[in-house]
């Protein structure tokens, strides 16, 4: 079975602009969540999609959107970027089938804005 | 609200001596707990996790976790750490349990292993 990937690995905005970060679910998989990492901390939870649709949002402003599309991939826009979007944005996948209930994370992208 | 705390931001321990990674949490509800493991510039990977049973539990390369509800307490233990243990572990809780887990994770811990 493929693994969570992430794409692009690394990037650099500059202040104002926008970004996309494209996950690529673990076959079987029909959950998606994105969280930030800023340096030095833990993941913070950004929001999940479950069926294509917004399952759950964490503390972060609209700018941040996402969509899941039927294949269960998912993007992540963050608009108006700022110098604080600067972290590791992880992608995990997880499945409500069956007991599992572990979420998978891809290699995650470094978001850099200058 | 749920939370995660890990007190050691970073944990140094010379090769095969023993470590404990500190990790309690705060949650009115029954949790699912986790411990992942980070390495320089990687994604997370899922050391172990408790959801149900027995409380201690146990990972293929020789960490174990004991779950303590009444200290509500889930730390991570090894006897013997190697050089290639050396990484970032994160204490992680499920906010709603079941397969669509929302998770919620400490701050980390570095454990550096030194010859």
């Known amino acids: 079975e493929t693994g969570v990937t992430q794409s692009p690995t690394h990037l650099i905005k500059t202040r104002g602009q926008q970004v996309t970060l494209r996950c690529s679910s673990q076959s079987g998989h029909n959950t998606v969540s994105w969280y930030q990492q800023a340096l030095g901390q833990g993941p913070q939870f950004i929001f999940q999609?479950?069926?294509?649709?917004?399952?759950g949002r964490g503390n972060f402003p609209p700018r941040f959107s996402g969509l899941q599309f039927p294949n269960y991939s998912s993007e992540l826009n963050v608009n108006a970027l700022e110098l604080d979007d600067s972290a590791l944005y992880l992608c995990?996948?997880?499945?409500?089938?069956?007991?599992?209930?572990?979420?998978?994370f891809g290699q995650g992208t470094r978001l850099t804005v200058v | 609200a749920q939370s995660v705390t890990q007190l050691d931001s970073q944990v140094p321990v010379f090769e095969e001596a023993p470590v404990e990674l500190r990790c309690n949490y705060s949650?009115?509800?029954?949790?699912?707990l986790f411990w992942y493991v980070q390495y320089p510039n990687q994604g997370l990977q899922l050391l172990l996790k408790?959801?149900?049973?027995?409380?201690l539990v146990e990972s293929i390369n020789g960490f174990e976790a004991e779950f303590n509800k009444s200290q509500t307490s889930f730390h991570l233990r090894k006897p013997s750490v190697h050089i290639s243990d050396t990484a970032e572990y994160f204490c992680a809780v499920s906010v709603n349990g079941g397969a669509t887990n929302k998770l919620i994770f400490g701050t980390g811990t570095l454990l550096a292993v030194q010859p």
């Open positions: 949650s009115s509800v029954s949790v699912y």
């Open positions: 999609y479950y069926r294509e649709e917004e399952n």
């Open positions: 408790y959801l149900s049973g027995s409380t």
């Open positions: 995990a996948s997880s499945s409500t089938q069956g007991e599992s209930t572990e979420a998978f």
